[in-house]
């Protein structure tokens, strides 16, 4: 085995992915899966499809493409680069789009190939990442309605990314009235109106999402078992489904205080230290080249993060629940940060069990 790891228990990911497609649908909503976070590695993708989200969605092209072959739906989370429509069309049989220009673009594209590329119109309620501005939305309809190889299947918004506004009954009725007036303004009927990610799970648990909101785009929920708006937990879902594994490469006991006068540490920061006399320190052959490594939570309670460089991790195990020697593994439990950090190094193994 080589370390540093990113261990998936893939068994853990269909569970949670069961889990909450059941709980989703006993409001009439289907999950699509979102794999990003571990760069669509198929066999995240499949333990999704295994658990019940009837589609796969990612935010890269070249991620769609690495899950060609699994049977779902795929969609582009991202919107398409116009330098990528010709992929787009290819490789995503839905894309989230704000952009008519970008959008006549995939419509040329999609003639060429002889096919009708089915799109969900963005709309932005307030959280100001991306979507049409919701005032603006109906009027866009109707330009995506004239373009022949483009079929407008529904509307769909993003809350909770990058302006932080929670998904309400409110907000996301918002964009139901937007999809309905859509509907009666152009005589078409909208098979999918996406109501969020991960932060709108608690509108759910509270029976307060707005019944026509029948789709919602899950990542860090499923991969971690967490809703975003809040936080929380989600019951009966695993947030263990990942593990970071790293190696001790030197293990000796020192001061917890640097001797010598303090300038600044390798990324420009100034450390501050806690005396704490004498301790048993760990270094882990991991650092901010694999890992976020204020992301990771070691299993072993006893042991402590004291900080990390490019390729080192200092850990205390002075109070570790066991007697550490080089060459062992330590495992930590990861958040969301530290995760897709980890995914997306190209020095840690990715492990599936
Ligand atoms: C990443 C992403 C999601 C999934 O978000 P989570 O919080 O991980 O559930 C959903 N929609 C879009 C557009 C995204 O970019």
């Known amino acids: 085995m080589q370390y540093p790891a990113l261990i998936m228990d893939k068994s853990k990911i269909r569970h949670n992915a069961k889990i909450l497609s059941e709980m989703a649908a006993k409001h009439g909503i289907k999950i699509a899966g979102v794999t990003k976070v571990l760069c669509a590695l198929p066999a995240l993708g499949e333990a999704m499809v295994e658990g019940g989200v009837y589609a796969l969605a990612d935010s890269r092209i070249e991620n769609l493409e690495k899950l060609k072959n699994i049977d779902a739906p795929k969609i582009l989370l991202r ?21 008519l220009e970008v959008i006549k673009a995939l419509n040329d594209a999609a003639k060429d190939k002889n096919k009708v590329h089915h799109i969900i119109l963005m709309v932005d309620l307030g959280d100001l990442r991306e979507g049409v501005w919701y005032q603006d939305a109906v009027e866009y309809a109707g330009e995506i309605a004239k373009l022949k190889h483009i079929k407008l299947i ?30 009666q303004r152009f005589g078409m009927k909208l098979d999918v109106i996406s109501g969020g990610n991960s932060s709108s799970i608690y509108l759910i648990q509270k029976n307060e999402i707005p019944e026509r909101v029948n789709q919602i785009r899950l990542g860090e929920a499923i991969v971690l078992g967490t809703e975003s708006a809040y936080g929380e937990r989600i019951e009966n879902t695993y947030s263990d489904a990942f593990t970071f594994a790293a190696e001790i490469v030197e293990l000796k006991e020192k001061p917890s205080v640097p001797i010598g006068e ?61 007697h550490y020697k080089v060459g062992d593994i330590i495992e930590f439990d990861v958040n969301y940060g530290a995760l897709l950090a980890a995914a997306t190094s190209e020095y840690v193994n990715k492990i599936v069990k």
């Not at 680069?81 to 787009?88: A, H």
């Open 262 to 322: 303090i300038g600044r540490d390798a990324f420009g920061g100034i450390p501050v230290f806690e005396d704490k006399g004498i301790i048993q320190r760990a270094i882990v052959a991991a650092g901010r080249q694999d890992v976020k490594h204020e992301g990771l939570i070691p299993k072993d309670k006893g042991i402590s993060i004291l900080g990390a460089s490019s390729d080192h991790m200092i850990l205390d195990v002075t109070n570790g629940e066991k």
């Open 79 to 99: 919107i398409p680069m116009l330098s990528q429509v010709e992929r787009v069309v290819q490789y995503a049989d839905i894309s989230l789009n704000s952009e």
């Open 154 to 183: 529904g509307v769909g918004t993003n809350l909770t990314c990058y302006g932080g506004v929670i998904p309400s009954y409110e907000n996301l009725g918002n964009l139901v009235k937007i999809a309905e007036e859509i509907e």
